[in-house]
């Protein structure tokens, strides 16, 4: 069975865990499939990083390393995680490409207003009292894609109908099983 | 099929990367199977962390972590890696085996006048000559399995000696193919 690596990218809060889980949930039956969360993999892997350029960087090579080393062994990595720079998407992608892996940039969508708005971990309130520097979309840059495999518009979309466009390109690019 | 880790333990230039690579090259075929090394997982998850007794900690939990997601998907991880500290294999086991995959603990054994004659890489000579603080088995402790699920002496025994016992013992273990 076929690896590969989707990399759900996006503003904190507009629905990448939700949706790797989800879309996991629904291929779990039919083919190996692990999340990667990237709240968790820093728990596991970057407890001593900050969130700066260059250590942001290092966690994404990290999260791609292990992602590179299960899609390796036929497993699709769904990953979450911010992925907040371009240049670091495109390098993860050439990476996985060389080594014969699909990689496809999911780009989950919601505009900042949106997420402020939806606050989901009340992050976005503390940020924008200035309580958490370097925060991504407040006090940190984020980066959208330009051209994305696919983007869902989570303001726009029920969670249903994301799933269902995410499996439908996961599937066209032979990996929904 | 089943996973699981072998986890090659020993000192310096014991013969930990040369046996776990050997004995991934003969099980290849049969079965998913991937190589830990513990210099490489060092270089690419690491890199911040010292050799103190808490960063010896955390880089070995992080491999152990790799390990443990491969080996949910099907993978015998063998990982060559020092793990000088007994209670830290312990705890890896511990926790390798409340997630139900067997961990097999290799002691890849040999005395250390044997290690600082073979010298492979030129590190204990000059350990030795005190330009590298916390070497093991020079300037930092090596704790020795008490009760390893395989020892094997290659100061004593030719590889392919030991590459036979080691399969022997993961195929005891239902880990061979």
Redesign the interface.
């Known amino acids: 069975m076929r690896g590969g690596i989707a990399w759900f990218t996006g503003l904190p809060g507009a629905g990448k865990s939700t949706l790797a889980t989800a879309v996991a949930a629904r291929l779990v039956a039919r083919r ?1 499939v ?1 999340c990667l969360d990237g709240n968790e993999i820093r728990a ?2 970057s ?3 900050s969130f700066s350029r260059a250590d942001r960087d ?1 966690n994404v090579h ?1 999260i791609a ?2 992602a590179r ?2 899609a ?4 699709l990595v769904l990953v979450a995680a911010i992925a907040p720079y371009a240049d670091t998407r495109a390098a993860l992608r050439s990476r996985s490409e060389a080594d014969g892996h699909p990689f496809l940039e999911i780009f989950v969508n919601a505009p900042l207003t949106t997420v402020i708005e939806r606050d989901v971990n009340g992050l976005y309130t503390r940020a924008l009292a200035g309580e958490i520097p370097s925060f991504t979309g407040i006090s940190d840059p984020y980066e959208p894609p330009v051209n994305p495999h696919l983007e869902v518009r989570t303001d726009q979309e029920s969670c249903e109908a994301c799933e269902q466009r995410i499996i439908a390109a996961l599937a066209a690019a032979g990996l929904a099983e």
Chains 1, 2 share one sequence.
């Open positions: 190996p692990e596991a892997l407890r001593d990083l290092t990290r390393y292990v080393l299960l390796k062994h036929g497993v």
